[in-house]
């Protein structure tokens, strides 16, 4: 079946530090890939997407490349914020406007 | 951006009542919405399809005689959780992705919380 496996968090970092959270899927065919961040208090918001193989995802420095040969979708940023302490889900779609599969959720805590 | 609001944001009730929470398209019509279930520092967890003008579609695992849902309109979707117990205490989002268009994404409602006691 479909699925997605991230890295257990939480996850403390110093504000300016590098930041990768990993994502891997199983999947058959080609799925669309999201990232999504869940701030306290608020609703899933859509942080960046790619929809197909090589494709790279960005938005707010964050960034993420659909890698097929390996299944993975790692999101990175250079310099993390205070501002960006959030939960973040990893999740794929296999059909357009389709119900979405999501990882367990890593909780990112940026410290100043 | 499209807003999907969720009413009420949280609930308290007592075991055995029913509890009806909605979830609204704000500015876009949407024929299908998402109910998706989240306990504490796990993941959302999709609970059923909610179609417009038909039956929706529960994921395997969720009773539908317990989760009533209705989808009203092409701006409104309801959930409601029947006979509640404390074990179905949780949080409730329903996400919609707009109808017209190609879009990939989802809209999300900021979750309503639920306490069974």
């Known amino acids: 079946g479909n699925s997605v496996t991230q890295m257990e968090g939480p996850v403390t970092l110093s504000e300016e530090a590098f930041l990768t959270i990993n994502c891997t899927y199983t999947?058959?065919?080609?799925?669309?890939l999201f990232w999504y961040v869940q701030y306290p208090g608020e609703g899933l918001q859509l942080l960046l997407k790619?929809?197909?193989?090589?494709d790279k995802g960005s938005n707010k420095g964050f960034e993420a490349t659909y890698r097929k040969e390996t299944t993975s979708f790692h999101l990175e940023k250079g310099s993390v914020q205070v501002s960006d302490s959030a939960v973040y889900f990893c999740?794929?779609?296999?059909?357009?406007?389709?119900?979405?599969?999501f990882g367990q959720g890593t909780e990112l805590s940026v410290k100043p | 951006g499209a807003v999907v609001s969720q009413h009420p944001s949280r609930v308290i009730c007592k075991s055995g009542t029913s509890v009806k929470i909605e979830c609204r398209s704000l500015?876009?019509?949407?024929?299908?919405m998402f109910w998706y279930r989240q306990f504490p520092k796990q993941s959302l967890m999709l609970m059923a399809t909610?179609?417009?003008?038909?039956?929706?579609?529960?994921e395997q695992g969720v009773e539908k005689d317990k989760f009533l849902i209705n989808h009203a309109s092409l701006t409104l979707s309801t959930l409601t959780v029947t006979s509640a117990h404390p074990e179905d205490s949780s949080f409730y989002i329903c996400?919609?992705?707009?109808?017209?268009?190609?879009?990939?994404?989802?809209?999300f409602g900021p979750g309503t919380r639920l306490l069974v006691l």
């Open positions: 996400s919609a992705p707009p109808h017209e268009g190609y879009q990939e994404t989802q809209y």
């Open positions: 999947a058959t065919g080609y799925p669309s």
């Open positions: 790619a929809t197909k193989a090589d």
């Open positions: 999740a794929l779609s296999r059909v357009a406007r389709g119900k979405l599969i």
């Open positions: 500015d876009f019509q949407a024929t299908t």
């Open positions: 909610s179609n417009e003008g038909s039956k929706a579609t529960y």
